[in-house]
T-cell receptor, first 111, second 112 residues
């Protein structure tokens, strides 16, 4: 079946360095992608989104890149801070409501 | 804006008991979603309401699960009878055409 998945389950990064979190998807019909951050005991929090008519979108300290050719999505976090430690999920949808979530990548920021 | 409000935050119940989870979406959001999160299966969509009408309930595990949305500001997810395998964190989320998904803080359900 079609699925959304993350390449690596964990990422350890030094404070101040840049982080890159990757995500692969297999549904070629997906046209909307979202990155979420989930801290312990909390619900997923929206970080940034991108539609399939774009290749790149930037937010505050975060950039999402979409490569439709290889069905790959990435989240870049600049100057990673301790508060960035969390589980990061990519999600995709082809109908704007039924999100399929990846397994999640746990990011740990080392001081 | 108080965000999506879920209650209770934690629920411990005995197998066979009825469990009701509650959700108040963000005012003005016309879509509401119930998700379940487990270590084994991750985040799964259970049911989606649009303008208080259930649109997609294909993710509801079985007849023991039911969800209602009697008005735009309230939804419930009921499990009757509950089983240990229902133990999970249940999230409610809401959205609108101009605003993306906002998740609540979740209800951690433990069925013993």
């Amino acid at each position: 079946g079609e699925s959304v998945g993350l390449h690596l389950p964990t990422l350890s990064v030094q404070e101040g360095d840049n982080s890159i979190i990757n995500c692969a998807y297999s549904n070629s019909a997906s046209d909307y992608f979202i990155w979420y951050k989930q801290e312990s005991g909390k619900g997923p929090q929206f970080i940034i989104d991108i539609r399939s008519n774009m290749d790149k979108r930037q937010g505050q300290r975060v950039t999402v890149l979409l490569n439709k050719t290889v069905k790959h999505l990435s989240l870049q976090i600049a100057a990673t801070q301790p508060g960035d430690s969390a589980v990061y999920f990519c999600a995709e949808t082809s109908n704007d409501y039924k999100l399929s979530f990846g397994a999640g990548t746990t990011v740990t920021v080392r001081a | 804006d108080a965000g999506v409000i879920q209650s209770p935050r934690h629920e411990v119940t005995e197998m066979g008991q009825e469990v009701t989870l509650r959700c108040k979406p963000i005012s003005g959001h016309n879509s509401l979603f119930w998700y379940r999160q487990t270590m084994m299966r991750g985040l799964e969509l259970l049911i989606y309401f649009n303008n208080n009408v259930p649109i997609d309930d294909s993710g509801m595990p079985e007849d023991r699960f039911s969800a209602k949305m009697p008005n735009a500001s309230f939804s419930t997810l009921k499990i009757q009878p509950s089983e240990p395998r229902d133990s999970a964190v249940y999230f409610c989320a809401s959205s609108s055409l101009t605003s993306g998904y906002t998740f609540g803080s979740g209800t951690r359900l433990t069925v013993v």
